[in-house]
């Protein structure tokens, strides 16, 4: 079902294949930062919009967090290519998902619905989403330091939280789907 929010959640995805030609291929920081920053910009919009113009759907609140984790995945492993991340912390990351995907997969074998995202989920991907592109901002601009200083600042705080929500979400996941609904 292609609406005004599942399209701002499919631009989304469109912009990691942009971001990661401009990044790693053109090596070009302020354009990939205007992609990503977009990126984010959109994960944000696609939600609200959804909401106020009653356009939410069964298939927006899938869609939308595994472009979340897709579009998570590519950046954190470009960045850690460019050595911007360490790579413990992006297979750190990319595990906690990975494990998360198991629940759901065994939550569909079971027939159990899907969790819902939580507020500090959301707050974790938020947190992450705008780390990335003051990441990148750290050496192409005068303002680096404070991009570097915001950009951990989000980063560790989108992590905890990422780890915290992982946490919430695999012992729900596991106690709905051993209960069954």
């Known amino acids: 079902m292609l609406n005004i929010p599942n399209a701002l959640t499919l631009l989304r995805a469109l912009g990691v294949p942009a971001f990661l ?103 974790a991907t938020f947190n992450l989403l705008y780390a990335f592109p003051f990441l990148l901002l750290e050496d192409v601009s005068v303002i680096g330091p404070f991009c570097f200083l915001a950009g951990w600042a989000f980063a560790i705080w989108g992590v905890s939280l990422y780890f915290y929500t992982g946490i919430e979400y695999l012992i729900k996941g596991i106690k709905s789907s051993i209960k069954g609904r």
Not at 24 to 37: D, K, M
Not at 51 to 69: C, I, M, Y
Not at 75 to 104: G, N, Q, T
């Open 21 to 123: 030609y401009t990044f790693l291929v053109l090596e070009r920081p302020i354009l990939s930062f205007t992609i990503i920053a977009i990126g984010a910009l959109t994960d944000y919009l696609d939600g609200k919009v959804a909401r106020a113009l009653n356009q939410t759907s069964e298939f927006g609140a899938k869609f939308d967090p595994a472009v979340d984790r897709f579009y998570i995945a590519a950046v954190i492993i470009a960045l850690a290519v460019k050595e911007f991340l360490p790579w413990w912390l992006v297979i750190s990351i990319i595990a906690r998902d990975l494990i998360l995907l198991m629940v759901v997969i065994l939550q569909r074998l079971r027939g159990v619905p899907f969790l819902s995202v939580s507020y500090l989920g959301k707050a």
